[in-house]
């Protein structure tokens, strides 16, 4: 299925975040944090209205980083689970590597001027495009009961997390074990030179096993 969807810029995120490591992973997480969407000339009749409302959807197109190879895998490891590594679908997270790299922001509306929306929940870098504004209406957008959230509900997330505070633990330092024939993970030959090593964590005997061949 070959379809063209055309999405013209709206406008442009203004913040403080240069980095996507240290930018926080959702709105809901750092309503401290103030940020401006610059909304272009020819949409900014679009603005009428929107001041009656507390809350709103920002829908953004996540430009940066983009995935070198291509196509994003449709298998990840989320910033929260970067710890357990774990990988999900992509489209069971919410984060910014995506086919189609759409990001969903529920902000909190400061103010609405003929020209820019000022608002509290920061989780965009710095010149992130908008695509588009919708209000938060209750009535349609909050689930009635006490919807699952799958993996979600199993973690416990602070205020103002940002993927840098979500990388596993330090790897162990390793050291270089050598053997005169066994291992295959390097080594060198020539005269007088028949030997293999490997590199391993601490607590293994420093005694070189001899392989089979």
């Known amino acids: 299925m070959e379809l063209t969807?055309?999405?013209p810029v709206i406008g442009v995120v203004r913040s403080g975040h240069q980095d996507l490591e240290s930018?926080?992973?959702q709105a809901c997480l750092n309503r401290a944090e103030h940020g401006t969407i610059e909304i272009a000339a020819p949409y900014r009749d679009g603005l009428d209205g929107l001041a009656g409302f507390d809350y709103a959807w920002l829908f953004s197109w996540?430009?940066?980083p983009r995935d070198r190879g291509g196509d994003a895998p449709l298998r990840q490891i989320p910033f929260l689970l970067r710890r357990q590594r774990r990988t999900m679908g992509i489209f069971a997270t919410r984060?910014?590597?995506r086919v189609n790299p759409i990001g969903l922001s529920l902000i909190q509306l400061l103010e609405?001027?003929?020209r820019a929306v000022v608002f509290a929940g920061v989780d965009l870098l710095d010149?992130?495009?908008v695509v588009d504004l919708k209000p938060y209406v209750t009535r349609f957008d909050r689930a009635p009961g006490n919807p699952r959230c799958g993996w979600f509900d199993e973690l416990t997330i602070s205020d103002g997390t940002a993927p840098e505070q979500l990388a596993g633990?330090?790897?162990p330092p390793?050291?270089?074990m050598s053997s005169p024939r066994g291992w295959q993970d390097g080594g060198r030959s020539g005269a007088g030179h028949n030997e293999r090593w490997r590199a391993v964590p601490p607590g293994v005997p420093q005694h070189p096993e001899r392989g089979t061949a």
């Open 5 to 7: 969807v055309p999405m």
């Open 23 to 25: 930018t926080p992973i």
């Open 62 to 64: 996540l430009h940066r």
């Open 95 to 97: 984060g910014p590597r």
């Open 112 to 114: 609405v001027t003929g």
């Open 127 to 129: 010149g992130t495009p």
């Open 169 to 171: 633990p330090p790897s």
């Open 174 to 176: 390793w050291r270089i």
